[in-house]
């Protein structure tokens, strides 16, 4: 039994049983990808995978059973290089975060360049997403952390923690109506709404206002970007509904804002890890700095929380 044959039968699931695709992804053949699966399996003495002819059509029963081991010896050894690493170079490496529009442009940047004083030779990518496309950039390991408000916790091999709350802000021209007087959703349905699409940045509490009162909202137009939303509420295109955080006085100042979480309650912005990934010192560093509530004890005891449940739940970390 060897890593390679565990990658091909690993890649094999995740490239949907296309072993042209696996060879591509392993730098390999589709004959070698071939051969690699059935050493393993005659050594297993199993089937891992159903068969149609020359065609792989998904896993059999023991291999289903048998894939979160391998999935847990790869994330292991990876593991391991990573400790290894840890010691031979405590300051450097590289780190890499995907997070929503809004968690790149207004959340992040003091806690990027604090690490980046503080660790000036661990390279840093920044990766921007839906908050699916940031679950997806971890579960593939493209990203070591990753920032969301939606989706994060709905993934069964992430560990999502919760760092902090916010609100939304309606945001208008000077002199609008709507800074006179009490904020209501009857008052805002009166205007063209111009706010974040679904799935993005507390979009559901949004909606689920608007529902709660049966009232219509007129979303002329959905972005994922609080900047593009500010734009063109400048352009007199409507009332923008962004992330209180969005707003900036200083910069925005054809705008005004207005708070807006009595209406639409509070929001809760996650950060995400795989499940039994390995984490340097750096990345410890960079999590407190971004949520201080979430220091390196508190990391570690909802990864070993959560190892604890996944083992309740019939498999090992």
Not at 91 to 115: C, D, K, M, N
Request: charged share 20%; net charge neutral.
């Amino acid at each position: 039994m060897n890593f390679q044959q565990l990658r091909s039968v690993r890649e094999t699931v995740r490239c949907g049983f296309n072993l042209t695709e696996v060879a591509h992804t392993l730098h390999t053949s589709q004959p070698g990808v071939s051969r690699q699966i059935r050493e393993l399996e005659e050594e297993l003495g199993i089937d891992l995978f159903v068969r149609a002819g020359k065609r792989l059509t998904g896993l059999t029963e023991p291999g289903a059973h048998v894939l979160p081991i391998i999935e847990n010896i790869l994330q292991g050894s990876h593991n391991l290089r990573t400790a290894g690493q840890e010691f031979v170079a405590q300051q450097s490496g590289s780190l890499s975060i995907a997070a929503t529009h809004t968690q790149a442009r207004y959340a992040l940047p003091t806690a990027v360049q604090e690490f980046r004083l503080q660790f000036p030779n661990v390279k840093l990518h920044l990766h921007q997403g839906s908050p699916r496309q940031v679950a997806e950039m971890l579960l593939s390991g493209e990203a070591d952390i990753g920032i969301a408000t939606e989706a994060l916790a709905q993934y069964a091999d992430l560990v999502a923690l919760p760092c902090y709350r916010w609100t939304h802000s309606i945001i208008v021209p000077p002199n609008h109506p709507l800074l006179d007087g009490p904020l209501s959703l009857e008052k805002l349905a009166r205007y063209p709404l111009i706010t974040y699409g679904a799935g993005f940045t507390g979009r559901g509490h949004i909606d689920q206002a608007f529902a709660r009162q049966r009232i219509e909202p007129r979303i002329v137009l959905s972005a994922m970007d609080a900047d593009v939303i500010k734009t063109y509420v400048e352009l007199g295109m409507g009332v923008g509904i962004v992330a209180s955080i969005a707003f900036e006085a200083e910069r925005d100042t054809q705008l005004r804002a207005i708070d807006a979480g009595a209406l639409f309650g509070i929001n809760l912005t996650k950060l995400a890890l795989r499940r039994g990934s390995y984490l340097r010192a750096y990345v410890y560093a960079l999590i407190e700095s971004f949520a201080p509530t979430l220091q390196r004890s508190v990391v570690d005891q909802a990864m070993l929380a959560d190892k604890d449940r996944a083992t309740a739940e019939g498999y090992e970390i």
